[in-house]
Each structure stands twice: as C-alpha cells, then as structure tokens.
C-alpha cells in the first residue's frame, strides 16, 4: 500500500533562517507531488507541485522553494525565513490518469517562525 | 482559472440530525472532478467524497451524499445521522480533468467550514 511520510511535525525555527521540509512517498511511482500551505483557521493554497523529476511549478511567488531530486521525494526550503512564512505545511501526492485522482496528504508540517 | 467558495465559515449540528454543506465553484471547464475533504483536529486531510462532472448520478458514501448540481456549479455535502466523530473542518475542492498543462492535477480548495456536532 501507499503512503506517505512527512518530516518534522512541529518546527520552530527564528526569522531569517534557513528551511527544509522533506517528504516522500512509498508504494507508488512516478506521482504527482504537491506542497499545500494553511494559515490557521483557513483553507490550503497549493505552493508548489511537481509531475516529475527536477519538475517544479510554482503557483505563488515567495520566499520559498520546492526540489524534487528523487521520484518520490519532494523538498520545500527557504534561504532566510519571514514571519509570514508560518503555517501549516502539507505535502501530497496523487496519481493522475489511473482512476486515483484523489489527493493523499501527508500528516503536516507545523511550522512557528518567530 | 478556477474558484471554489464555501460561504458558511461555521455549522452545527445535533447528534442524529443531518447537515447540508455548501459549496459552489467556477470554472469554464466542462470535465472535472470535486472533493470534498475533512479535516478534523489531529490536521489530517480525510477525503470524504468524490464526484466526477461528467456523471450525473450523485456520489454517496455511507451516511455522506452529495447534491451536485452542474449547471449552477453547486457542489453540497450532505451528513445524515451525524455523529461526533464528524466533527471537523469540511473543505470543498476541485480538479480539472484535463490532462498536461500548467494546472495537472492540482486541486483548488473553498475556505473551509468548521462543523461542531453538539451530543
């Protein structure tokens, strides 16, 4: 079966310092890979999303970035953290074309920058 | 490109009772597939539900059925026999089903609606 492994749960980390969030996906080949951000009390907005190898799409032009060195492995980083950067990171992934358009989301990323 | 808007920030409920959540969306698009998802308090994402445009048949799962209505582009969960475990932030999302292009496979999601079930 499928799953999906989503590192660290809670992180906490000052202004201006580096991040890396990492993800990856067991089960499965060649998936679609998505890094969703929520403010508190709010809906997903989808960050990045990645349909294969060294492919990234970005939806919404900030301070952060999204790599994809493996099939299954999805990053998102930043060089230098703001405060806005807070919120709730998830990654995803799904498998278009093969009937399981669903979207399967990892258990999240808390993330405090103070 | 697409929007997807759940205009009922906050629902509740009696246990036993049902609740009918909205959701409406906009697209130009023809083919598509719409979600919806819970999120209760662990933050984990829960798909509930699936439709897909193209069938008119309405889905149901269980004690959870959807009213899809494709030419007001309306989309409502409905939960019947509620139970506290429903309780949860609803999210309402939405898929194009074209294939290659700059939006493959990425879903757009509402605001959400927090639904607290009262026992």
């Known amino acids: 079966s499928q799953t999906i492994h989503q590192w660290p749960a809670t992180l906490v980390q000052p202004v201006g310092s580096p991040l890396s969030l990492e993800c990856t996906v067991e089960?499965?080949?060649?998936?679609?890979l998505y890094w969703y951000r929520q403010a508190a009390g709010r809906g997903l907005q989808l960050l990045f999303y990645?349909?294969?190898?060294?492919?990234i799409s970005s939806e919404v032009p900030q301070n952060l970035s999204a790599s994809r060195p493996q099939d299954r492995q999805f990053i998102l980083s930043s060089k230098k953290l703001l405060l806005s950067d807070s919120g709730f990171y998830l990654c995803?992934?799904?498998?278009?074309?093969?009937?399981?358009?669903?979207?399967?989301f990892g258990s999240g990323t808390q993330l405090s920058v103070l | 490109a697409q929007t997807v808007t759940q205009s009922q920030p906050e629902m509740s409920v009696q246990e036993a009772e049902t609740v009918t959540l909205s959701c409406t969306y906009d697209t130009s698009e023809s083919d598509y597939y719409l979600f919806w998802y819970k999120q209760p308090p662990s933050r984990q994402m829960i798909l509930v539900i699936r439709q897909e445009a193209y069938k008119q048949q309405n889905a149901t799962e269980n004690r959870f059925s959807v009213n899809f209505q494709k030419a007001a582009k309306s989309f409502s969960l409905k939960i019947s026999d509620s139970q506290l475990g429903d309780a949860a932030m609803y999210f309402c999302a939405y898929r194009s089903a074209r294939t290659g292009g700059t939006s493959y496979g990425k879903l757009t999601f509402g605001q959400g609606t927090i639904l607290t079930v009262h026992p």
């Open positions: 990645s349909v294969g190898i060294g492919q």
């Open positions: 995803a992934w799904s498998v278009i074309g093969t009937g399981h358009e669903k979207l399967f």
């Open positions: 089960g499965t080949s060649n998936p679609n």
